[in-house]
């Protein structure tokens, strides 16, 4: 059975920080691209960050290149999202989820997603 345990959403003000981690299982995660997607109140979900499966460079939605940042750790089936800077625009939902390689990322293509934690960010 396929699980995403997500974790680090909370509220946060203006200017702060949070680390998002997606803890997956039931599938091989060293086979898979995992991103990060998020959906605002009111919004269509959309892609914040990949990391390829490969050892190619991650993507990011240029909303949030050079404040959050993506990152792995294939030992422990868990991928991070250290987010920085961040702003009220960033209030949403933070979904992970997985795709298998060599596909990318893409809103529509993913195999499985997780449950989402909410992050929210006062002004």
């Known amino acids: 059975e396929v699980q995403f345990v997500e974790s680090g959403g909370g509220l946060v003000q203006a200017g702060g920080s949070l680390r998002l981690s997606c803890t997956a299982s039931g599938f091989p995660f060293d086979d898979y691209a995992i991103g990060w997607f998020r959906q605002a109140p009111g919004k269509e979900r959309e892609g914040v960050s990949c990391i390829p499966s490969s050892n190619s460079s991650p993507y990011y939605a240029n909303s949030v290149k050079g404040r959050f940042t993506i990152s792995s750790d294939n030992a422990k089936n868990t991928v991070y999202l250290q987010m920085n800077s961040l702003k009220p625009e960033d209030t949403a939902v933070y979904y992970c989820?997985?795709?298998?390689?060599?596909?990318?990322?893409?809103?529509?293509?993913?195999?499985?997603w997780g449950k989402g934690t909410l992050v929210t960010v006062s002004s």
């Open positions: 989820a997985a795709v298998k390689a060599p596909r990318l990322c893409a809103l529509e293509g993913m195999d499985y």
